[in-house]
């Protein structure tokens, strides 16, 4: 460590601009790492919160599969009496649009539908329950916020269904929408789509089977099972989106690891003569390397730590400013993007611990003369 601290104090100047690009770097990392988890949890919130290990879908459906399994909702019975499942109980998922009928305000809205009493009605956290009031319905706390009240009605559109608000549960949200959590004869009409009484049918239909079943559950039978994690890339755009957010944090790695890597390399061939001289003092490659990395460690993790903590701040503070846009501020996610900067910064100098290995000692005494 001690060339390493002469370095940093001799040369502050550079080291600060370095830092200063690193922490930049830093706080795009967070920024962006608190976008992306924003936008998971925007799109599968509902979901997450759902107290359910696995789906049932309709087999042989592929792609968004809930919008495009259709089960029958009787199976629920036969699926709770199966080995390895506690519980089961048909749910329903529809996106539709609604106006408020007080306000005359066009709202887009996820139903999710449920038998009420089901292990995964959820329970209301103002209001009455689901299945209290005819086709009344649990609303989000995000449609709360757009003015939506207890005792408001939302008409669906097309079908012409009306929901009678009764209460509100948290903040959940499916592809970026806000869910309403209704009867699930309810949805079954809202899922039929057109005016009038649908026909029987109609409600003996449902989205899936959702099950509370054992860890090592397999599934099998006449349907397609799915855990509740691995359905999240079934609902709509949420795959593309995951898979966009992710290549831009690659690159922003992959671009952190250069800079640090370009930095030092330049850094070691302006010093060749200072690192020479202390090979020719009886200094080992190993020392060399050693101090050269703790040099990086220093620089990287004061620099990466300021940049997370700014990151952090301004995040913060696009969230307040504006509620629409999808952030949350997670710690292991944080932690995580903040460790690979580090790591990648580390690993990025290997070029740079190169010519500082490779360094020959006569060119302390001149004789590259």
């Given amino acids: 460590m001690f060339l390493a601290l002469r370095d940093l104090r001799f040369a502050r100047g550079r080291f600060l601009l370095m830092g200063t690009v690193i ?25 997450r919160a759902m107290p359910v290990t696995h789906f049932a879908f309709q087999r042989g459906v592929e792609g968004d599969l809930y919008s495009r399994s259709t089960v029958p909702a009787g199976d629920a019975a036969a699926w709770a009496a199966r080995p390895g499942v506690r519980r ?4 329903g998922n529809q996106l539709a649009h609604a106006k408020n009928a007080r306000t005359g305000r066009d709202l887009d809205i996820a139903v999710f539908g449920m038998e009420p009493g089901s292990f995964i009605a959820p329970r209301p956290a103002t209001g009455r329950a689901l299945g209290t009031v005819p086709d009344g319905v649990l609303i989000s706390t995000r449609l709360a916020d757009d003015g939506v009240r207890i005792g408001d009605t939302l008409r669906v559109e097309r079908s012409g269904a009306a929901l009678p608000v009764i209460g509100t549960v948290g903040d959940r949200s499916f592809t970026h929408v806000a869910v309403v959590y209704a009867p699930l004869r309810t949805w079954q009409r809202v899922h039929y789509g057109l005016p009038g009484t649908p026909p029987e049918q109609a409600y003996q239909q449902a989205t899936a089977i959702a099950l509370d079943a054992a860890p090592s559950f397999a599934g099998g039978g006449d349907a397609q099972v799915v855990t509740k994690e691995k359905s999240y890339s079934a609902s709509p755009g949420f795959a593309a989106e995951t898979a966009t ?9 992959l671009i ?24 020719a003092l009886g200094g080992s490659a190993w020392y060399l390397a050693r101090d050269a990395v703790a040099q990086v460690l220093v620089v990287l993790v004061s620099a990466t730590a300021a940049g997370t903590a700014a990151g952090v701040g301004i995040t913060a503070g696009l969230h307040a400013a504006s509620r629409t846009v999808p952030i949350a501020l997670e ?17 990025g100098t290997a070029a740079a611990l190169r010519r500082v290995t490779s360094v020959d000692p006569l060119t302390a005494l001149g004789g590259h003369r």
Avoid at 263 to 274: C, I, K, L, P, S
Wanted: hydrophobic residues 65%; without cysteine.
């Fill in 88 to 91: 089961a109980a048909a749910y």
């Fill in 256 to 279: 952190s690891m250069l800079v640090v890597a370009a930095f030092f390399v330049v850094w070691t061939v302006q010093r060749r003569g200072e690192i020479a001289l202390v090979r």
């Fill in 23 to 47: 922490a930049l770097i830093s706080v795009l990392a967070a920024v962006l790492t608190g976008l992306s988890s924003g936008l998971v949890g925007d799109g599968v919130s509902a979901l």
């Fill in 245 to 253: 957010m992710t290549l831009i944090k690659v690159f922003l790695y």
């Fill in 331 to 347: 710690a292991a996610p944080l932690a995580t993007a903040a460790g690979l900067l580090i790591v990648l910064g580390v690993l």
